[in-house]
């Protein structure tokens, strides 16, 4: 093939617009739990997420999450175009394992943290935010 100003554009508008496709589909609040817990069972147990019921702006909505046997957390904001929210992960001289953030909610929602604990087993925890000026998309 030879190298014509043609070719050049073509080229270079073919890779902007590979470089603007996303690198990932869309997951399902579903999905991204069977992603995450392998396809297990999850209890209820050694886990405390805090998120507040009321948040006056969906774009900083703070949440703390929190386990003394955790190795692994992940959260998901189930009502948002892309639920996974953030993972954390706990090494084993963890003086700590809690973590707190501030995440953006497409609307009134649950936040679920599911836990993975030392011993494998998952555990989780939920809590209903009701935003009232919109978040991402709102």
């Known amino acids: 093939m030879e190298l014509t ?3 050049a554009l073509l080229m270079g508008a073919s890779a902007f617009v ?3 496709l996303p690198l990932q589909a869309a997951t399902t609040p579903e999905e991204a739990i069977a992603a995450f817990t392998g396809g297990a ?6 886990i405390t997420l805090t998120a507040p019921e ?3 702006n969906g774009n900083t909505v703070p949440i703390e999450v929190a386990s003394e046997t955790a190795v692994e957390i ?17 090494g ?8 707190s953030t501030r995440i953006r909610l497409a609307g009134t929602q649950d936040v679920v943290a599911i836990a993975k604990l030392e011993d494998g087993s998952f555990v989780q925890a939920a809590a209903t935010v009701k935003v009232t000026i919109g978040g991402c998309g709102g």
């Open 54 to 56: 009321i948040a006056e």
């Open 74 to 90: 992940m959260v998901l904001a189930l009502g948002n175009p892309t639920p996974p929210v953030a993972t954390f992960k706990f």
């Open 5 to 7: 100003r043609r070719n």
């Open 18 to 20: 590979v470089a603007g």
């Open 41 to 46: 069972e999850i209890g209820e147990g050694d």
């Open 92 to 99: 084993k001289l963890a003086a700590s394992r809690a973590a």
